[in-house]
């Protein structure tokens, strides 16, 4: 009888163990795990951008700020001319110049039907797990067939994107909060002389030419 009981008692706990193994296994499936979101774009940041493109490289300034309905990229070309400067507003209107002060001063106009890209554009974006970027281990995501965009996990601030093109862009610095001062948003005067060059598309340079298209395959966002 002592036997039997000391049987039934081992089987009792690794009928126990058993189950706490299979729940835990349960528990820990990647069914129960909630697929990673993207976190919003804060309202105002400043980074600035390492740009690739097949060797071709140059730097971005960018400043976004959608409390005021505008967005400001300043391109600078690896050993290139003067910045361009491409100035995106809510509205459709975007701007792409050089300074006044540069040797030969131009603008060029854009008219979109959609602005500037809202704070949660990446809303909807497939998920395509984890995966390490420039030292970092980011998750990341694919957008309308025309972004890949990859966010630290740790800090949840983007660490690189990749336009369908093969533009990358590395994110060097990421400074929530930061505004660039009013004064710097306006256009030259030169851009609404008569005869400044506009279109539906605009251009001024690839980088900025990119910001531009960005915004067409996301319009329904």
């Not at 804060?42 to 071709?56: I, R």
């Not at 809510?90 to 001063?105: A, E």
């Not at 800090?155 to 909060?177: E, I, K, N």
């Not at 306006?186 to 279109?199: D, H, L, R």
């Amino acid at each position: 009888m002592a036997f039997i009981h000391h049987t039934h008692l081992l089987f009792l706990i690794a009928f126990i163990l058993f189950s706490l193994r299979t729940a835990a296994c349960v528990a820990s499936s990647p069914e129960s795990i909630p697929v990673p979101t993207p976190a919003p774009w804060p309202e105002q940041f400043h980074a600035l951008l390492f740009m690739n493109y097949s060797g071709t490289l140059s730097m971005i300034d960018l400043w976004y700020d959608w409390p005021n309905g505008r967005n400001f990229n300043i391109i600078q070309d690896q050993l290139g001319g003067p910045p361009l400067y491409d100035l995106e507003w809510n509205n459709g209107t975007s701007f792409f110049y050089t300074l006044p002060s540069s040797p030969s001063p131009s603008c060029r106009s854009a008219q979109l039907p959609v602005g500037i890209l809202r704070p949660n554009w990446l809303d909807g974006a497939t998920y395509l797990g984890r995966t390490s970027v420039d030292g970092f281990l980011c998750d990341h995501w694919e957008k309308a067939d025309f972004i890949r965009y990859y966010e630290d996990v740790a800090s949840r601030r983007p660490v690189h994107w990749v336009f369908y093109s093969g533009r990358q862009a590395h994110v060097m610095t990421f400074d929530v909060g930061a505004a660039l001062a009013d004064e710097y948003w306006q256009a030259p005067a030169y851009c609404f002389k008569e005869g400044c060059a506009s279109g539906g598309g605009g251009s001024g340079g690839s980088d900025s030419f990119e910001s531009v298209l960005l915004r067409r395959p996301l319009e329904h966002i």
